[in-house]
């Protein structure tokens, strides 16, 4: 069993920048392709980004190319997402995800989440 730590949520006005992070607990975060996902009030959880074990392959959802970043840093065992340009649209409780296929999914294992609200 995989536990995973969000952190980095809050409330910013629109235009500004939050950045996620994520740590596996117990875990080396190397041996997962990691993804964060969000789920917004009435609606299902959407993939957002994911980034391979290695960190070469990325994969974003068209609604937040160029303006969110996925990225990893294996020797401090942590996942990122640097959120810029954040729309009101954004605001949702996002996740981080791991699992053992590729920088698309599957994800097996989740977060508990954390909340980022996005002011008009």
């Known amino acids: 069993q995989v536990q995973l730590v969000e952190s980095g949520g809050g409330l910013v006005q629109a235009g500004g920048s939050l950045r996620l992070s994520c740590a596996p607990s117990?875990?080396?975060?190397?041996?997962?392709?990691m993804g964060w996902f969000r789920q917004a009030p009435g609606k299902e959880r959407e993939f957002v980004a994911g980034i391979s074990r290695s960190g070469n392959a990325h994969s974003h959802t068209d609604s937040v190319k160029g303006r969110f970043t996925i990225s990893r840093d294996n020797a401090k065992n942590t996942v990122y997402l640097q959120m810029n340009s954040l729309k009101p649209e954004d605001t949702a409780v996002y996740y981080c995800?791991?699992?053992?296929?590729?920088?698309?999914?599957?994800?097996?294992?989740w977060g508990q989440g954390t909340q980022v609200t996005v002011s008009s």
């Open positions: 117990g875990r080396t975060v190397s041996s997962y392709a």
């Open positions: 995800a791991a699992g053992r296929g590729a920088a698309s999914g599957p994800y097996d294992y």
